[in-house]
């Protein structure tokens, strides 16, 4: 099993630093490949009036003259050792693990990546406890009850939930319940955590049930198809001539078959959603790492969008290390192998 973690640790630092550099390449090389130059680049963090003297000042301080491997090399050396920046009224030192220093803000990165990381957070974890638990439990249900009404109206639904864009639920629930009948903030009413439970759980009711529809929905439909599948085999059927109770049956055996496809895909999920709910925060105007990465793509901010891309990428990587350890303690039949 060590050998095992060592090898993900690594594939996983190794994915990371391959999306790292295909982000890297989107910013600095495809530009150049349109036939862009340094001061072309550099004259999109200046103002409208600045001197040909002042461009190319700011190219040579950003560091667009020097090779690109070398400009890759730079920006991966901060994030490991810390690096410094010269803004021109002073050099600043940003400490390990720097992810750069903001070219519109003339900030370093990590701090409003710390600011955010809360309030995307929890609108990942609380979305994804509601569309966990309805999702499969109606899931189950559905497979118990194939073929009834029960059945049919929840996958129809279900389905609806799928086909539902998340940006159209949003505004329409945002409509209903924010403006018409004042049960839910209309946004950008984030509180944290600490400050107030039941104000920070107020807040993020209707994003989280917003999100949580949408990959209910699918989830359902996943684990009514896996416990449908399992509900078939000879090991239940055995379960059931021992006299085990029903509930035992379905739950310890049937539902635990069903659920590797459920943690699989949920591993990738949730990774990607802390990476930034790009949709969601933007029809609620929460300020997470999805809007972060929005404003440093519309500012051509590279820092900015790099951060979290690293970051939502280091998320995925992770997920995806914690679901393969999981398959051991879902499924026996992964630790017999």
Known sequence: MLSYLIRRLIAAAGLVVVI???TFA????????????SESMASRYVGRSATGATVEQIAERLGFNDPIPVQYWNWAKGVVVG????????????????????????QPVLPEIKRRIPITFSLAIGAAFLWVVSGVAVGVLSALKR?????????????????????????????????TLGWTPPGASYVPLTEN????????LLP??????LFSAQYARLTRAGMLETMGE???????????????????????????????????????????????????????????????????????????????ALFVA?????????YAVVDPRVRAK
């Open 20 to 22: 790292s550099m295909i």
């Open 26 to 37: 989107i910013f600095y090389v495809a530009p150049r490949i349109g036939g862009a130059t």
């Open 83 to 106: 690096t410094t920046y010269d803004y021109g009224a002073g050099v600043e030192k940003c400490p390990a693990p720097c992810l750069g220093y903001s070219f519109r803000t003339q």
């Open 147 to 179: 073929g009834s009404i029960f059945d049919r109206i929840a996958m129809t639904v279900a389905l609806a939930g799928v086909s539902m864009p998340i940006f159209w639920t949003g505004l329409i629930s945002l409509s209903y319940f924010s403006y």
């Open 197 to 204: 439970p039941l104000k920070w759980a107020h807040g993020l």
């Open 208 to 213: 989280w049930i917003t999100l949580a529809l």
């Open 234 to 312: 000879d090991y239940i059927r055995t379960a059931r001539a021992k006299g085990l109770r029903e509930r035992t049956v379905v739950m310890k055996h049937g539902l635990r078959g069903a659920l590797t496809p459920i943690v699989t895909i949920f591993g990738l999920d949730f990774g990607l959603l802390i990476g930034g709910a790009v949709l969601t925060e933007t029809v609620f105007g929460l300020p997470g790492l999805g809007q972060l990465a929005i404003q440093g793509t519309k500012n051509n901010d590279l820092p900015q969008v790099l951060g979290v891309v690293l970051l939502a």
């Open 318 to 326: 992770v997920a995806n290390l914690v679901v393969d350890l999981l």
